[in-house]
C-alpha cells in the first residue's frame, strides 16, 4: 500500500529514515522514491532503479534465501505482530487480556502507538477499558479522509457514551492528526480477515475529560475562560463543601436538600452529544450586570455560608438556569465533517442552523455566531464561542429570563424582602405586572443578616409591616441625578387619614441622594424590565409616623446640618410646648389629612435667640393674658388638606382646624423653593423642606399666621404692659389725663403710635400723673402713623437701617413733639432695635443718658379689620426720652450734671481738696510777713507767773512770747496793742469798774469780703 498522503506528497525525510529499517518500509518508500523521480523524467527513474536493486542494503540475507515466504498478516494480531514497531503496545494488549477481544472484532479501526510513543511514558498504566479507546468502532481509511475534522467513537465507555476521539488534518505537517495530538505515521495497514484497518500514530492518546468534568471544573479551553457556564452547572449539580454545609445548617437549622431534576451532570447530559459555550468575556457582552448576578445567585450562595436564601428563590432561580442551559444542549454531534450543514434542536425549543466558516472548519450558528475553537471532551463536544460583533443569546434566539423585580431581588440576595411582600400580598408589586416605578430597599434586608436583626427591624415600624413595605414603592422610574429637591408619590395610601398616597422626599446633589433627610441612596438605579428602578438605602426606610413622634424625631435632629437644616432649635421648642399646652399633639383623622404651618424656621433667626413666637412682642403677651384668643391663633395653624412645598394651585381654598378659610395662591415655583401666599401673608417654602407624618406635612415657616377674626386694639396692647408693681406708672392713666392725647392713640380712628418707657424706668424718673411736664413728656413719645413703615421696618431689620448706615434726613422719624426728631438704627447681630434721639446741637452727655438712645423691647400692632393689616402700634421701650434733651438751651447759666453715684462721689471729693487748696492759697497771701527782731525765746525753766485771765489771740499777732498755752499779766498789758496797726502803739484804757475780769473789746478784720470776691462761691460764706 502506497504511503503518500491523501493530497499525493511524499513524507518527510525524518520518516524515510525512520522506514528503511524495516523491509516493508523499505519497500515501500523504494516505491515512493521511484514514483516521485518518474515524475521529474522515465529515464532518470529507470536509471534510479536499477542503481537501487543492486545496491547492497536492499539485498536479502543469504540464510533466508532458501526458505519459503512468510504469509501476509490478516488480522489485527498478526499485523502488530509481524511488525517490530509495535512490540510495546502488542505487549500491554496481552498483558490486559484484549488479544481475544481484538480477535473477535470486525469492522474496525485500531490507533497502534509505535514503540518510541511509550518513550515519554513508559509508566503509562492500561486497563482494558483505557485500550478500548484505542479501538475505532468503524472503519476509518485515511486515504479517503478530505480536509474536514472528523469524530468517531471509540469502544471505551463513559457515565454519558462512548468515548470520542477525533482525526483532523495538520496543514502545516501535511498528516493527519488524532486529537491534534498524535500523528499518523503508519496509515491504512488492512487486516483482511477483519475487514480493520491500522493506524500507526507516534504518540500515546492521553485520556480526555469528560464534558461533566470540565463543566464541572475550573478548566479552560484552549485559553478560553468559562467560569460562568462551569457556575452555572456547578450551581445545579455540585454538592456543597462540607464545611459550608455544616455552617449553613446550624445557621437555618432546618434547610432540606431541593430535589433537583435531573441529579447529575451525567443524567443531565445524557443526550447531550455537542454543547454550545460563550466565554466569560462573551457572556459579559451579550447579558447585563443584572442579569449575570441572578444566574450565579446561587452560585454565590452555596459558596457563602451567611447567606440564607429562602426555598422559593431557590426553585426559581434553579428552574431558569436549567432553562438557560437546556439551550445550550444538541443531541447530536457537530464537528467538521460531522453534522454541519443541518439544522438541530435544543431541549429548549431552539432551532440552530449549523454550517463551516468559509475557508474554515470553525462552526458557525444562524450565519451570525462562530465559534473560536473547538474541543472534544471524552464523551462530547464542546463549542467555545468569545467575543464578536453579534451578542451570543440575541442573535441565537436563546430566551432568558425577564429580570422583573422578583428576579432582580433574588440576584441581590434579597429573597427574603420577597417572601415578606408575598406574605402581605404585595407580590403584584414585583411579579413584573406593575410599571414604571421605584423600589428603596434597606442594605440590612439582604438574605446575609440575622434573622434576629431582620425581625427587629419589621417589628420597629410604627405603622403595619405592610404599610412599611408599600412605602418602599414609588411611582415612576426615577433617576436623581445633579441638584435636585423633589416629593414623590408612594404605594402607601390611606383613605381615612390622607385620602391619597404618602410622599417620600428626595434631596439629590452631585455627591449624595437623601430621602427624608437622613436616609442615603446609592448613586446608581439597578435596572428591571417595565421601568422598574432598584435603589439600596444605608437605613430603614420607615413610614410616616403620628405628629408627636414627629415633633420629637424634628427637636433631635435639628443640630444636624445635613438633616432638618432649615429649623430654628429654640422656635421648635417653643412651638412644641404651645401646642402641648393646648393639646393639639394628636389629631383627628379626617380623610383629607393636614397641613401644619409652624413658626420654626431659621430663616430670620440669625445670631438671634428669639423665637418666632417672641417675634409676637406684645401681641404674645396680649395672647398670654388671654387664654381663648391664644388657642385660635395656634389652631389657625393647622389646615385642613395638605399643601405641599410644591404647591402650584391657584386661588384654592382650605379651611383651618379654627374654621377660617384661607386662600392659597402659587406665586412662584422656583428651583429650591416656592413662593405663596396664604391670604395676604407671603410665604417662601424650601422646596421638599416638609416634614412628613402619618396624617399629612408640616410647612417649617418663618412668622406665625394670625387668624383675620382675631381682633387685638391698641388699649389691649397697652394693657400687656401694666406691671401690678408700678400702678403708679402705668402709661394709661397718664393718657387718659389728656383726652385729646388719648383720641389720637385709642379713638375709634387712631393716627398716632406709641413708645411705652417701661414702667420701671418711669419709675426710676418718677414720672406719675402728677409729673409737671406730662403732657410735653406724652407728646415727646407720640409718632406718627405716617412713620410706622419707616419704624418697623427698622425694628423687623430692614438693611436701610442696618448697622453701618447713616440715616438720612428723610429716614428720621418724627413724633407729636415738634422739636423731637428720632433715628433708627437695628443691630443684625444681637436682632435689636435702637431710637436716636437727633440732636440739632451737640448735647452734654451723661452716663444714663449716652447717646441719647433708647432700645426698643417689643412692640406690637392692632389688628380687626378684614385684611388683618396693622392699624397703630405699641412700642416698649428701656427707658423714656428725657425732656432735658429739649431743656438744655433753657438753662445756660447753670450747669447740669447728671452723673452716676460713683463719679458724684468722686466729684465731690475732687471739690473738696481743691477748696481746701484754694483757702489755704488765700490764707498764705492775705498774711504778711513779719518785721523787726525776734522776741527772745522765754525760759523753759523760769518760773510762771499766775495770770488772772486767760487772754485772746489773734492768729496774725507778731511778736508775742510764747506763753506754753497760758496768759500772763504781761500778756494782758500788750493785748491792745498787738492788735492795733504794725508799729503803732495805743493808749492803755482804764477798765474803770470793769475791773480785770472785764471782757476785752477785740478788733477784728472781715475777711468775708475777700473771700467772696469774683470767687463765684456760695454767698453765706
Known amino acids: 500500500m502506497a504511503s503518500v498522503t491523501p493530497w499525493g506528497r511524499s513524507r518527510n525525510p525524518a520518516q524515510h529514515t525512520f522506514c528503511y529499517r524495516f523491509n516493508y518500509c523499505y519497500l515501500r518508500s523504494f516505491m515512493i522514491g521511484v514514483f516521485e523521480i518518474w515524475k521529474r523524467g522515465p529515464f532518470t527513474a529507470l536509471l534510479a532503479a536499477l542503481l537501487l536493486l543492486v545496491s547492497p542494503g536492499y539485498s536479502r540475507p543469504t540464510e533466508t534465501t532458501s526458505l519459503d515466504p512468510s504469509p501476509t498478516p490478516s488480522t489485527i494480531i498478526d499485523v502488530l505482530s509481524a511488525d517490530i514497531e509495535y512490540s510495546y503496545f502488542l505487549r500491554m494488549l496481552q498483558r490486559n487480556g484484549m488479544v481475544p477481544i481484538i480477535n473477535g472484532l470486525g469492522n474496525v479501526t485500531l490507533l497502534a502507538p509505535i514503540n518510541s510513543a511509550f518513550a515519554e511514558d513508559e509508566a503509562n498504566n492500561f486497563d482494558p477499558n483505557s485500550l478500548l479507546r484505542y479501538i475505532i468502532n468503524q472503519r476509518v481509511r485515511v486515504g479517503y479522509m478530505g480536509k474536514k475534522e472528523m469524530l468517531f467513537e471509540t469502544l471505551s465507555q463513559t457515565p454519558s457514551g462512548n468515548y470520542t476521539i477525533s482525526i483532523s488534518p495538520d496543514f502545516d505537517s501535511q498528516e493527519y492528526v488524532v486529537d491534534k495530538i498524535a500523528a499518523i505515521v503508519e496509515p491504512d495497514v488492512y487486516a483482511k480477515h477483519q475487514q480493520s484497518f491500522i493506524q500507526g500514530i507516534d504518540r500515546l492518546l492521553p485520556e480526555r475529560p469528560s464534558a461533566c468534568e470540565i463543566l464541572m471544573g475550573n478548566y479552560q479551553v484552549d485559553g478560553h475562560a468559562i467560569t460562568f457556564v462551569q457556575q452555572l452547572f456547578q450551581i445545579l449539580f455540585s454538592e456543597e463543601d462540607v464545611e459550608v454545609a455544616e455552617k449553613k445548617k446550624k445557621k437555618k437549622k432546618k434547610h432540606p436538600k431541593y430535589p433537583v431534576v435531573p441529579e447529575t451532570c451525567s443524567e443531565f447530559l445524557n443526550k447531550t452529544k455537542t454543547v454550545f459555550i460563550p466565554s466569560d468575556s462573551y457572556v459579559n457582552s451579550s447579558l447585563s450586570k443584572l442579569q449575570r448576578r441572578y444566574y450565579l445567585a446561587l452560585y454565590h450562595d452555596f459558596m457563602n455560608p451567611d447567606f440564607d436564601t429562602t426555598k422559593d428563590a431557590v426553585k426559581e432561580m434553579k428552574r431558569d438556569v436549567t432553562s438557560l442551559l437546556n439551550n445550550l444542549l444538541i443531541p447530536e454531534y457537530i464537528l467538521g465533517a460531522n453534522g454541519t450543514g443541518k439544522a438541530y434542536k435544543a431541549p429548549s425549543g431552539t432551532i440552530y442552523n449549523t454550517s463551516l466558516a468559509t475557508n474554515s472548519s470553525r462552526l458557525l450558528l444562524n450565519d451570525q455566531v462562530i465559534a473560536s475553537t473547538s474541543a472534544v471532551a471524552s464523551d462530547k463536544v464542546l463549542h467555545i464561542f468569545d467575543d464578536q460583533k453579534h451578542k451570543f443569546f440575541d442573535s441565537l434566539s436563546i430566551s432568558l429570563a425577564p429580570m422583573i423585580p422578583r428576579k432582580a431581588l433574588y440576584a441581590l440576595h434579597l429573597s427574603h424582602f420577597v417572601q415578606e411582600l408575598e406574605l402581605h400580598n404585595l407580590e403584584s408589586l414585583i411579579n413584573g405586572s406593575s410599571s414604571n416605578q421605584t423600589i428603596f430597599i434597606d442594605i440590612d434586608s439582604r438574605d446575609d443578616i440575622s434573622d434576629d436583626l431582620k425581625s427587629s427591624t419589621y417589628g420597629s415600624y410604627s405603622t403595619s409591616a405592610k404599610q412599611s413595605l408599600q412605602y418602599q414603592f414609588l411611582e415612576g422610574a426615577q433617576e436623581f441625578k445633579g441638584y435636585s429637591r423633589r416629593l414623590l408619590d408612594s404605594?402607601?395610601?390611606?383613605?381615612?387619614?390622607?385620602?391619597?398616597?404618602?410622599?417620600?422626599?428626595?434631596?439629590?446633589?452631585?455627591?449624595?441622594?437623601?430621602?427624608?433627610?437622613?436616609?442615603?441612596?446609592?448613586?446608581?438605579?439597578?435596572?428591571?424590565?417595565?421601568?422598574?428602578?432598584?435603589?439600596?438605602?444605608?437605613?430603614?426606610?420607615?413610614?410616616?409616623?403620628?405628629?408627636?413622634?414627629?415633633?420629637?424625631?424634628?427637636?433631635?435632629?435639628?443640630?444636624?446640618?445635613?438633616?432638618?437644616?432649615?429649623?430654628?432649635?429654640?422656635?421648635?421648642?417653643?412651638?412644641?410646648?404651645?401646642?402641648?399646652?393646648?393639646?393639639?399633639?394628636?389629631?383627628?383623622?379626617?380623610?383629607?389629612?393636614?397641613?401644619?404651618?409652624?413658626?420654626?424656621?431659621?430663616?430670620?433667626?440669625?445670631?438671634?435667640?428669639?423665637?418666632?413666637?417672641?417675634?409676637?412682642?406684645?401681641?404674645?403677651?396680649?395672647?398670654?393674658?388671654?387664654?381663648?384668643?391664644?388657642?385660635?391663633?395656634?389652631?389657625?395653624?393647622?389646615?385642613?388638606?395638605?399643601?405641599?412645598?410644591?404647591?402650584?394651585?391657584?386661588?384654592?381654598?382650605?379651611?383651618?382646624?379654627?374654621?377660617?378659610?384661607?386662600?392659597?395662591?402659587?406665586?412662584?415655583?422656583?428651583?429650591?423653593?416656592?413662593?405663596?401666599?396664604?391670604?395676604?401673608?407671603?410665604?417662601?417654602?424650601?422646596?421638599?423642606?416638609?416634614?412628613?407624618?402619618?396624617?399629612?406635612?408640616?410647612?417649617?415657616?418663618?412668622?406665625?399666621?394670625?387668624?383675620?377674626?382675631?381682633?387685638?386694639?391698641?388699649?389691649?396692647?397697652?394693657?400687656?404692659?401694666?406691671?401690678?408693681?408700678?400702678?403708679?406708672?402705668?402709661?394709661?392713666?397718664?393718657?387718659?389725663?389728656?383726652?385729646?392725647?388719648?383720641?389720637?392713640?385709642?379713638?375709634?380712628?387712631?393716627?398716632?403710635?406709641?413708645?411705652?418707657?417701661?414702667?420701671?424706668?418711669?419709675?426710676?424718673?418718677?414720672?406719675?400723673v402728677s409729673f409737671p411736664e406730662l403732657l410735653e413728656f406724652l407728646e415727646m413719645h407720640l409718632i406718627p402713623n405716617s412713620e410706622l413703615p419707616k419704624l418697623l421696618s427698622c425694628v423687623d431689620g430692614g438693611s436701610v437701617f442696618s448697622d453701618h448706615t447713616v440715616t438720612a434726613q428723610s429716614g428720621l422719624l418724627s413724633t407729636n413733639h415738634s422739636d423731637v426728631m428720632l433715628s433708627c438704627r437695628h443691630s443684625q447681630n444681637s436682632d435689636t432695635t435702637y431710637l436716636k434721639f437727633h440732636e440739632k446741637d451737640n448735647l452734654p452727655i451723661s452716663s444714663y443718658d449716652k447717646d441719647h438712645e433708647v432700645k426698643v423691647v417689643s412692640h406690637g400692632c392692632s389688628l380687626g379689620d378684614q385684611s388683618g393689616k396693622a392699624q397703630t402700634c405699641v412700642f416698649l421701650i428701656n427707658k423714656p426720652l428725657n425732656l432735658d434733651w429739649l431743656n438744655h438751651s433753657k438753662h445756660d447759666n447753670f450747669l447740669h450734671i447728671h452723673l452716676g453715684f460713683v463719679s458724684v462721689g468722686v466729684g465731690i471729693i475732687l471739690g473738696l481738696i481743691l477748696f481746701g487748696a484754694v483757702f489755704f492759697l488765700l490764707v498764705l497771701c492775705l498774711e504778711k510777713p513779719r518785721k523787726g527782731p525776734m522776741s527772745r525765746p522765754t525760759n523753759t525753766f523760769e518760773e510762771e507767773q499766775e495770770s488772772n485771765f486767760m487772754g485772746v489771740r489773734s492768729s496774725e499777732e507778731e511778736g508775742i512770747p510764747w506763753d506754753r498755752g497760758y496768759e500772763t499779766d504781761c500778756d494782758i498789758a500788750s493785748e491792745t496793742e498787738s492788735l492795733l496797726p504794725y508799729k503803732k502803739k495805743s493808749k492803755h484804757r482804764d477798765y474803770k469798774a470793769g475791773g480785770s475780769t472785764a471782757p476785752v473789746s477785740i478788733r477784728t478784720q472781715d475777711i468775708t469780703k475777700h473771700l467772696n470776691r469774683e470767687r463765684n462761691l456760695p454767698g453765706n460764706y
Open 491 to 768: 404605594k402607601f395610601c390611606s383613605k381615612k387619614k390622607m385620602g391619597s398616597c404618602y410622599k417620600v422626599k428626595v434631596a439629590s446633589s452631585n455627591v449624595s441622594t437623601t430621602i427624608n433627610d437622613d436616609v442615603n441612596l446609592t448613586r446608581e438605579p439597578i435596572r428591571c424590565v417595565n421601568d422598574t428602578y432598584i435603589y439600596f438605602a444605608d437605613d430603614d426606610i420607615d413610614a410616616p409616623i403620628n405628629f408627636k413622634q414627629t415633633l420629637g424625631q424634628m427637636i433631635s435632629k435639628t443640630d444636624n446640618k445635613d438633616d432638618l437644616w432649615h429649623l430654628d432649635a429654640s422656635s421648635c421648642f417653643k412651638t412644641i410646648e404651645i401646642l402641648k399646652e393646648f393639646k393639639l399633639l394628636s389629631l383627628a383623622e379626617n380623610a383629607q389629612g393636614y397641613t401644619v404651618f409652624l413658626p420654626i424656621s431659621n430663616s430670620k433667626a440669625g445670631t438671634s435667640t428669639r423665637t418666632h413666637w417672641d417675634r409676637l412682642g406684645l401681641v404674645l403677651r396680649y395672647l398670654n393674658n388671654n387664654e381663648k384668643e391664644f388657642k385660635k391663633v395656634v389652631k389657625n395653624l393647622f389646615v385642613e388638606g395638605l399643601i405641599y412645598s410644591d404647591f402650584q394651585g391657584e386661588n384654592t381654598t382650605f379651611k383651618t382646624l379654627q374654621g377660617e378659610d384661607l386662600k392659597i395662591q402659587n406665586k412662584n415655583l422656583k428651583a429650591y423653593s416656592n413662593d405663596i401666599t396664604l391670604n395676604d401673608t407671603q410665604l417662601e417654602l424650601p422646596l421638599a423642606g416638609d416634614i412628613l407624618f402619618n396624617q399629612g406635612v408640616i410647612q417649617a415657616i418663618d412668622q406665625v399666621l394670625l387668624p383675620q377674626s382675631l381682633q387685638i386694639s391698641t388699649r389691649d396692647l397697652i394693657e400687656a404692659t401694666f406691671e401690678a408693681t408700678h400702678k403708679a406708672h402705668y402709661i394709661l392713666d397718664f393718657l387718659e389725663q389728656f383726652p385729646k392725647l388719648s383720641s389720637m392713640v385709642l379713638g375709634p380712628d387712631p393716627n398716632h403710635s406709641l413708645l411705652i418707657p417701661s414702667p420701671s424706668s418711669l419709675k426710676d424718673f418718677n414720672v406719675t
